[in-house]
Every structure is written in C-alpha cells, then in structure tokens.
C-alpha cells in the first residue's frame, strides 16, 4: 500500500506558525515538549509520539501520544542504550525505516507501543545548558519517513529550544521579581518597626522620594506632607542648626563621602528633638541614583550629654560656671586680650555675713541667699563676661574689653549696691560683698598670679571695712 503524498515544507507554513504559537504559549518545560510532540504528529504521518527529558544523565519518559490522548511511559535510558542512548550520547538526529538497522529501537518502547516499523528522533538543545531533552515519533504501519519528515521534527525541535530558553527566562525573572517582593515586604516591616526614620530622597535632597511611617510617630508629620513639599527637610531644621548642617551637607555630597550630623528638628507640636542623621548614595556601577538614608532620635542621648557638662562645669547650686570653667575662660581672656592688645579685670568677690545666715537660719536657707546672690551678680554684668561661684559664698568675675578704671568702678558699685539691698529669706541679718580687683596687663599677666592678686585686693577691701572693692597693688 502506498504512502500518501506529504505536502513540501514550504506548504506547511501555516501549520508550523500554529505550532511555534503553540509551543510558545508553554510556560514550563513539560508543557513545551508535549506541545512539540503534538505539533510533530500533525506536521508528519506519524502514528505515536513522545517526549524525553534528560535528569541526571538519564533521559526519562513519563507518557506518550496516540494523536489522541496520553498514556504514562516509565523509561529511564543511559548513554549507549538503543536509539535514546545514541541521541544522548552524541547529540544528533536519527531517522530509521528499518527495524534492524543500528541503533536498534529500545526494546522497553517496542514492548509498551508494539512492533514499531519507523522512527525519528530529534535531540533538544537548550541555548546554555547543552541536552535538555529529545522528540521521538513511531510508526507501526509501513512507510517511509522523509528526510522532510525529519526536517520538520528538527524545526520544531529548535522551536521548542528557543521556547525553553525563553520559559527559563521568565521563570527566573518570575523567581526575581518573588524574591525581590519578598525582599521588600521584609526590609518594609523592618523599617516599620525600628524606632528610626528612613528616607529616600534626590541627590541633591531638595525632595523625598519615600519616608517610613516613624516620621508621624517621631515628628508628628505624615509621610505625604514630606514627600508633597519640596524643601520640607531643611524646613523643620532648627533655625540655629540650618547653616550648619545645609553647609555639611554640601561638603559630603560633593566630596562623594557619606553624610552624618547631629541636630534639632521642630516637630509639629512645636517640641525641638535632636536627631542623627545619616545618609549615603545609592550607585548602580559609577552611576549616582538616589539618596538613602536613616534618621534617629538621640534627644535623651543629648539631654544627658548636656548633664554632663553640666555637672562638669557649672556649680550645681547656682548655675554659675565653676572652678573648672572659669579657668578655662581666664586662659581664652588672656590668649585674646593678648592677640587683640586688650584689657580685662578680674574680680574676687567674697560675702559678708552670711555665715550669721548659715549658723542662724540653717543651710537650706543659706543656699537660697547664694543662689539670689548669683541672680543679682549676673544682672550687673554684660553677656561677655563670666561669672563663676569658687565654692563657698566666693565668686569671681571676668568682664572683658574694659577701657577704663572708671568703667570697672561703675560695674563694682552695682555689684555692691545689689548684694546689700534686702534679702527676703535672710530675716534681719544684713548681707553685704568685698571685691578685690586686678587688671590684665595691667598688674599681671600670668592667669595663676592674676586670682591671687585679686584675691588678696579682695581680703584687702574686708579688713578696710567690707562692702567695698579695692584695686591690685593699692
């Protein structure tokens, strides 16, 4: 019986448009082969199909094609055995009318389809990873496949090579864009969760591209009014601070060196809070992208830093600058009056009578008159100059730039006339001050030499009668 006539390859156009759509609709590898195998028994006088996949050396069958339904196979073939092993191992297409010839046919696949009187097989290549797989097509009637025959099961073969290389593209960009999703939600409730701000903003940070919900908590701002205004940064930073931290800024973003500062933001409530502010820049390869950065509350960190140096250099009782400090202000007096060719005076101011205060009334009542007394010394004084408390009821006094003697005495008589006036918690026990005064460069110019010799003008003004003030060296 003769074999119909095949139309040629070029009439098949159609159908192999059909089957390459086909092909590519298959998103996974299954789903690809089986697609291949149906459009192979289509395209050729082909009687069964089935499709292999290489694992592990082996090339495993798991179902075959009548044309009109699946039916499971459980083949696994090594290299070497029959026509698959010849396939697997050396790559090339197989086309046989002869049931003898070399390769023979798997004896497994003639015992499940029967007594098979032709065969194609077709390896299948991915584009990166060699074998992937192989099409085989039988008959159980006579004939002869073509070399046509076997042209067309190689089209398709490389169609669904093509198709393959494709699904594992999507897949893996599938299996990124999962990750990177997943990646996000988690890096999301990180954000969320640490008590900071975290920012993403241009490069030059003029505005917000994404801020953590902690701005509302923190600031008491939502995140769409920082990412709706421009400028809405350095709008909340501290009037004091803005200069400051605009010029650190500047400097670190065009250095190309990451950004850090310290300073106050107004929250919304008006409140003033220190925040850390650290930022660097996003790249991809050398190419600048964005800024990204995290913004944490230090207030308590701050509030505890400035105790520090509270209790380093101010008198706890008073407030006044203490021991410590002034000296450190007498050595900045002295180096500036040097550069500057300047005068200043110091004075040591000792009260006069408060021990009756102390011993009549008692201690608390005893602090009290001190800490009234530091008021009215520093409402004698100007800005520039420092008032400190030595220990005890003795205090010292810088006043910087003094042109002259005259302007001294006018500041001595305040300093006098203020202490003596009444003292509410003091009952009638009169409270009075003596001051020793000495003068840069005047008397001296050693910081040691000049507290001595103010404090000797001090004991001076005490033994001529207290409530007065006696110069250096008279």
């Known amino acids: 019986m003769s074999r119909k006539h095949k139309p040629s390859l070029d009439s098949q156009i159609e159908p192999f448009t059909k089957a390459c759509n086909r092909i590519h609709a298959s998103l996974e590898m ?193 995140p769409d009014d920082f990412l709706s205004e421009s400028d809405m940064w350095q709008k909340q930073i501290h009037d004091e601070d803005r200069e400051r931290v605009l010029t650190e800024f500047k400097h670190s973003y ?43 509350d230090v207030t308590e960190r701050k509030q505890f830093e400035e105790k520090l140096v509270q209790m380093a250099h101010f008198d706890p009782l008073t407030g006044l600058a203490n021991r410590s400090l002034f000296d450190d202000r007498l050595s900045q007096a002295i180096a500036q009056a040097k550069r500057q060719k300047q005068r200043f005076a110091v004075l040591y101011l000792d009260l006069d009578g408060f021990k009756a205060v102390n011993d009549s009334m008692g201690h608390k009542i005893g602090d009290e008159v001190l800490t009234e007394t530091a008021i009215r010394l520093q409402q004698c004084v100007r800005e520039i100059d420092t008032v400190a408390r030595m220990g005890g009821d003795e205090f010292t006094i810088i006043l910087n730039h003094i042109s002259s003697n005259a302007d001294i005495s006018m500041i001595a008589d305040k300093l006098l006339e203020a202490v003596c006036a009444p003292y509410a918690k003091a009952g009638d026990n009169e409270i009075s001050i003596s001051i020793g005064i000495t003068l840069y460069p005047d008397h001296c110019t050693d910081k040691d030499a000049l507290i001595t010799a103010a404090d000797n003008a001090m004991y001076e003004a005490k033994n001529s009668g207290k409530n007065r003030y006696c110069f250096s060296g008279k």
Not at 99 to 120: C, K, S, T, W, Y
Not at 263 to 291: C, M, P, S
């Open 254 to 296: 065009r250095a190309g060196k990451p950004f850090h500062s310290e300073y106050r933001i107004t929250r919304h409530d008006g409140e003033e809070v220190w925040f850390k502010d650290a930022a660097d820049v996003v790249r991809d390869n050398e190419q600048a992208l964005y800024l990204q950065g995290v913004m944490y």
């Open 30 to 222: 299954p789903s690809i082969m089986r697609a291949s195998v149906t459009s192979a028994l289509e395209l050729v006088d082909a009687e069964i199909g089935a499709t292999g996949l290489l694992i592990d050396g082996q090339m495993a069958f798991s179902e075959c094609f009548n044309g009109k339904k699946w039916t499971p196979l459980q083949f696994r073939f090594h290299a070497g055995d029959g026509v698959v092993g010849h396939i697997i191992k050396h790559g090339h297409s197989f086309l046989s009318n002869d049931p003898a010839q070399e390769p023979r046919i798997n004896p497994e696949i003639e015992m499940e389809i029967g007594n098979i009187r032709q065969l194609i097989g077709v390896p299948v290549f991915g584009q990166q990873d060699g074998l992937i797989g192989c099409i085989l097509i039988f008959n159980r009637k006579s004939g002869t496949f073509s070399e046509d025959d076997l042209n067309r099961v190689e089209h398709l073969a490389s169609i669904a090579s093509i198709a393959v290389e494709n699904a594992i593209k999507i897949s893996e960009r599938q299996r990124i864009e999962e990750d990177l999703q997943k990646s996000v939600a988690t890096y999301r409730t990180l954000v969320e969760q640490i008590p900071a701000i975290t920012y993403i903003a241009t490069l030059d940070r003029s505005r917000m591209l994404f801020v953590s919900p902690q701005v509302e908590t923190l600031l008491g701002y939502a």
